[in-house]
């Protein structure tokens, strides 16, 4: 077997493990230095050289000239009669350098290399993308969607890399199929049974602080810095943002111009709502912000326990709650403590606008009350149950539930 031969043999490997020239160069020469120390017990007086344009392999050897009869290690030595059939010049004490022909190893110890490089170059591509991914972690990464399966998606990068998306780290409305691009962050590099596994994120707080800093080029300019992110994927996150130049509203700044900025996250992020906050020291300013677009009439912490009591009008609690909790709940973790909310106490004459309900209540059945000219609670309330079916397309079970709803906000 030739020496271009075997090298155009071995170099597929290069090919398919994108590995750079110069490493399988240094592969190369270590498995044919395993050769000879195989064939001559050692490798110490060979000299490998891999042609860097070519990828041709030379090996030489050297060895020393000594008198006929003198050769003690045929391996470090060579007899003079033998010497002058290479070059007739040469004399007793010189260095002969001669050409190894690859045939002298054998097919068998060829073919033996081969499975040694083979399990060589999956060793340094493993560990290769294990270091690549490694310092990666945190960054967004882009790719395909290849495979899907019950619990996680296979996501092929650029490089046709096998990146796993767990379906825990999916926000609830994300729907792939195959060949969708997707971007995700990486979120853990780990080694399961002696290979990489690289494992995507939708959810984490930082795959939204990384979309804010392709968003915003004051972020990444050090102009805002993101403070803290509390997201429940797919439903709400609140960042409190903080400016390092009095000149620029850094909520502004992340909202953009009619919103043009963070529109693009919100649809990356399956029309999650954002709300951006101004960062503050002052825990109570920071609370009252964190739970926008409620507006607060008077707080009371309790530092001791961590705990917030806020005062609210009756047609801000339910914003202050939000959907599902969600409002408070997030609120609660970017301020880092327990909020309770409590209605302020109101004269008998005060009535709440329906469209207040609007969380509660579906549109739908609020604008069907409206067409009776009822347009707020107390007005619902003050007619019978039976009265509100018969007058509107509502079942009765439908108008026990509004009904329940409005009366708790009076209780």
Known sequence: MHSAGLIDSFSEFKEFKNIDRATMQRVLEDVFRGMLRKRYNNDENFDVIINDKSG?????????????????NENMQIAY???VKIEPDFEIGEDVTQEVGLQIFGRRAVLSARQTLLSKVLELEKDEFY????????????????????KEIMVLDDEGNELLLPKTEMIPADFYKKGDAIRA???????????????????????LERLFEQEVPEIIDGLISIKKIVREPGERAKVAVESYDDRIDPVGACVGMKGSRIHGIVRELRNENIDVINYTTNPSLLVQRSLSPAKVSS???????????????????????????????????????EIDVYREAESEEEDID????????????????????LDTAKSVLAISNEELVRRTELEEETVQEVRRILEAEFE
């Open 56 to 72: 041709d392999l030379e090996i030489w050897h050297n060895r020393n000239i000594v008198h006929d009869g003198e050769v003690e």
């Open 81 to 83: 009669s033998d010497a």
């Open 131 to 150: 270091k690549k991914y490694k310092d990666r972690v945190g960054e967004v990464v882009s790719g395909e969607v290849y495979q899907i399966w019950k």
């Open 185 to 207: 962050v990486v979120l853990k590099v780990e080694m399961h049974n002696g290979n990489p596994r690289i494992l995507l994120s939708r959810t984490s707080g930082t795959f």
């Open 299 to 337: 707080i009371k912490i309790d530092e001791e326990r961590k705990r917030v009591s806020v005062f609210l009008k009756p047609d801000q609690v339910s914003l202050a709650i939000g959907k599902g909790g969600h409002n408070i709940k997030l609120a609660g973790k970017l301020a880092g403590y």
């Open 354 to 373: 329906l469209d207040e309900f609007s969380d509660e209540i579906d549109s739908w059945i609020i604008d069907e009350l409206k067409g009776l000219g």
